[in-house]
């Protein structure tokens, strides 16, 4: 079965990522990794409430200098 689309050549001979690398590195050393959020807990209700009305709006959906109100 052929692919549709094909990787870039540049990535070539790379077997892993840098997530895949800096987690590894957090499993084997005293480090906190804040960089993939997998919280052990729920958040509390009152924080999915508001997450889920943020995430309602259109326009939240992508990186930003800032807002002008949340």
């Known amino acids: 079965m052929s692919k549709k689309f094909k990787n870039a050549r540049r990535i070539t001979g790379l077997d892993s990522n840098v997530w895949v690398e800096f987690s590894n590195l957090s499993t084997y050393s005293t480090v906190v990794n804040f960089g993939q959020g ?31 109100s949340i």
């Open 38 to 68: 997998q919280p052990h807990i729920s958040p509390p209700i009152y924080v999915k409430e508001e997450l889920a009305k943020v995430a309602a709006t259109h326009k939240m959906n992508q990186y930003t200098w800032g807002f002008e």
